[in-house]
Protein backbone atom coordinates (compact mmCIF):
# COMPACT_ATOMS: atom_id res chain seq x y z
CA UNK A 1 0.00 0.00 0.00
CA UNK A 2 1.20 3.53 -0.99
CA UNK A 3 -0.11 6.68 1.64
CA UNK A 4 -1.09 10.26 0.50
CA UNK A 5 -0.66 12.30 2.88
CA UNK A 6 -1.98 16.24 1.63
CA UNK A 7 -4.19 18.32 3.31
CA UNK A 8 -7.65 19.23 1.70
CA UNK A 9 -8.96 23.00 2.67
CA UNK A 10 -6.50 23.45 5.47
CA UNK A 11 -7.84 20.18 7.09
CA UNK A 12 -5.36 16.64 7.59
CA UNK A 13 -6.49 13.98 4.76
CA UNK A 14 -4.94 10.30 4.46
CA UNK A 15 -5.34 7.79 1.58
CA UNK A 16 -3.76 4.75 1.12
CA UNK A 17 -3.80 3.15 -2.16
CA UNK A 18 -3.09 0.20 -4.03
CA UNK A 19 -3.04 -1.85 -7.71
CA UNK A 20 -6.19 -3.78 -7.45
CA UNK A 21 -5.30 -7.13 -7.18
CA UNK A 22 -7.92 -9.16 -7.00
CA UNK A 23 -9.91 -10.89 -10.59
CA UNK A 24 -9.64 -8.48 -13.20
CA UNK A 25 -12.86 -7.16 -14.17
CA UNK A 26 -11.80 -4.66 -17.19
CA UNK A 27 -8.50 -4.70 -19.14
CA UNK A 28 -6.23 -2.99 -16.92
CA UNK A 29 -2.57 -2.22 -17.03
CA UNK A 30 0.24 -0.43 -15.09
CA UNK A 31 0.33 3.29 -15.42
CA UNK A 32 3.63 2.99 -17.68
CA UNK A 33 1.96 0.15 -19.95
CA UNK A 34 -1.12 1.20 -22.57
CA UNK A 35 -3.74 -1.19 -23.28
CA UNK A 36 -3.53 -2.33 -26.60
CA UNK A 37 -5.66 -0.43 -29.19
CA UNK A 38 -8.19 -3.14 -29.92
CA UNK A 39 -9.14 -3.09 -25.59
CA UNK A 40 -10.22 0.34 -25.64
CA UNK A 41 -11.69 2.62 -28.07
CA UNK A 42 -9.50 5.31 -26.91
CA UNK A 43 -6.24 3.66 -26.38
CA UNK A 44 -5.69 5.31 -22.87
CA UNK A 45 -3.62 3.76 -20.31
CA UNK A 46 -6.12 2.69 -17.24
CA UNK A 47 -5.55 1.32 -14.45
CA UNK A 48 -8.00 -0.53 -11.66
CA UNK A 49 -7.05 0.98 -8.04
CA UNK A 50 -8.54 -0.19 -4.64
CA UNK A 51 -8.52 3.62 -2.29
CA UNK A 52 -8.63 3.53 1.77
CA UNK A 53 -9.45 6.98 3.29
CA UNK A 54 -8.52 7.32 6.91
CA UNK A 55 -10.19 10.71 6.81
CA UNK A 56 -13.42 11.95 5.22
CA UNK A 57 -12.91 15.35 3.58
CA UNK A 58 -15.07 16.31 0.43
CA UNK A 59 -13.95 14.39 -2.50
CA UNK A 60 -11.07 13.34 -0.86
CA UNK A 61 -10.18 10.22 -3.35
CA UNK A 62 -11.13 12.14 -5.91
CA UNK A 63 -8.69 14.79 -5.10
CA UNK A 64 -6.02 12.94 -3.99
CA UNK A 65 -6.29 10.82 -7.13
CA UNK A 66 -6.20 13.58 -9.57
CA UNK A 67 -4.15 16.35 -7.68
CA UNK A 68 -1.20 14.09 -5.47
CA UNK A 69 -0.92 11.64 -8.22
CA UNK A 70 -2.13 12.97 -11.51
CA UNK A 71 -4.46 10.25 -12.21
CA UNK A 72 -8.37 11.43 -12.30
CA UNK A 73 -11.04 8.76 -12.23
CA UNK A 74 -12.51 8.12 -15.54
CA UNK A 75 -15.81 9.88 -15.96
CA UNK A 76 -15.03 12.74 -13.29
CA UNK A 77 -15.46 15.97 -15.00
CA UNK A 78 -14.19 18.23 -11.98
CA UNK A 79 -11.20 17.12 -11.68
CA UNK A 80 -10.10 15.18 -14.76
CA UNK A 81 -9.11 18.54 -16.40
CA UNK A 82 -11.33 18.48 -19.60
CA UNK A 83 -8.98 16.51 -21.99
CA UNK A 84 -11.03 15.65 -25.32
CA UNK A 85 -10.61 11.61 -24.66
CA UNK A 86 -12.59 12.59 -20.91
CA UNK A 87 -15.10 14.29 -21.63
CA UNK A 88 -16.02 10.84 -24.49
CA UNK A 89 -15.82 9.12 -21.35
CA UNK A 90 -17.44 10.85 -19.21
CA UNK A 91 -20.70 9.96 -20.81
CA UNK A 92 -21.43 6.61 -18.91
CA UNK A 93 -20.44 8.87 -15.83
CA UNK A 94 -17.46 8.35 -12.94
CA UNK A 95 -15.94 4.99 -12.72
CA UNK A 96 -15.97 4.65 -8.74
CA UNK A 97 -17.69 2.24 -6.82
CA UNK A 98 -17.48 0.83 -3.40
CA UNK A 99 -17.01 -2.34 -2.61
CA UNK A 100 -17.46 -2.32 0.84
CA UNK A 101 -17.64 0.47 3.89
CA UNK A 102 -16.56 0.03 7.30
CA UNK A 103 -17.34 2.69 10.48
CA UNK A 104 -15.07 2.56 13.29
Given at each position: ?10 QNA ?16 TPT ?16 LQV ?53
Amino acid sequence: WQTIDYPIEGQNALSRWCFWKGPRLLPISTPTVPIEPDHHPLNMTMTLLQVQPHTGRTHQIRRHLAYCLGWPIVGDAKYDKGHSAAKILRTNGMYLCCHSLEFP
